[in-house]
T-cell receptor
Framework: SQTIHQWPATLVQPVGSPLSLECTVE??????LYWYRQAAGRGLQLLFY??????ISSEVPQNLSASRPQDRQFILSSKKLLLSDSGFYLC?????????????FGSGTRLTVV | GENVEQHPSTLSVQEGDSAVIKCTYS??????FPWYKQELGKRPQLIID?????GEKKDQRIAVTLNKTAKHFSLHITETQPEDSAVYFC?????????????FGAGTRLAVHP
């Protein structure tokens, strides 16, 4: 079956520290993958998307970067976290197949920068 | 780029009443419109979706309508129940340069009172 894994679930990091969030999918190949951020009480902002290994598109200029070292692995990183990086980070993949067009989200990482 | 506006930002109804949430989008090339429900602290879950070649779709107590000419779509929930209380997000998928992106509205916080 097709599943998406995201970790860690929660993270508290000091300002200026690095960040690495990982997302992996199972049960499919060559998925479209996405990173979204949700600030407290706000909507979902698209940060990055990837259509294949090494292919990353950035939606907004910011303190974050993304990488896709393997087909089913998507990583969100930062060299130095800012307070404004706090939020709920969600990885998503686009379900491909007959009659399926939606995005499925991972369980998310709640990041607090202190 | 695509812009999705969602109204109202908050909605309070009595149990058994209907709830309607409306969204507009800006890019006429958008072709897929999902709705997500997000309970507190959890990931968004797809509840219903509609493609641009369909005007209306229904699934038990929820329905979505799409007016491509006016570029707006709506979520209708009938016979609301307390467990319908959550934040609802509309979204529009834009295919640009071969890439599929899902752009979200800001969300509607629905409260259903017993």
């Amino acid at each position: 079956s097709q599943t998406i894994h995201q970790w860690p679930a929660t993270l508290v990091q000091p300002v200026g520290s690095p960040l690495s969030l990982e997302c992996t999918v199972e049960g499919t190949s060559n998925p479209n993958l996405y990173w979204y951020r949700q600030a407290a009480g706000r909507g979902l902002q698209l940060l990055f998307y990837s259509v294949g290994i090494g292919q990353i598109s950035s939606e907004v200029p910011q303190n974050l970067s993304a990488s896709r070292p393997q087909d089913r692995q998507f990583i969100l990183s930062s060299k130095k976290l800012l307070l404004s990086d706090s939020g709920f980070y969600l990885c998503a993949w686009r379900v491909m197949g007959a009659g399926h067009y939606g995005y499925t989200f991972g369980s998310g990482t709640r990041l607090t920068v202190v | 780029g695509e812009n999705v506006e969602q109204h109202p930002s908050t909605l309070s109804v009595q149990e058994g009443d209907s709830a309607v949430i409306k969204c507009t989008y800006s890019d006429s090339a958008s072709n897929y419109f999902p709705w997500y429900k997000q309970e507190l602290g959890k990931r968004p879950q797809l509840i219903i979706d509609i493609r641009s070649n369909v005007g209306e779709k229904k699934d038990q107590r929820i329905a979505v309508t799409l007016n491509k000419t006016a570029k707006h779509f709506s979520l209708h929930i009938t016979e609301t129940q307390p467990e319908d209380s959550a934040v609802y997000f509309c979204a529009a998928t834009l295919v640009s340069g071969g890439y599929n992106k899902l752009i979200f509205g800001a969300g509607t916080r629905l409260a259903v009172h017993p």
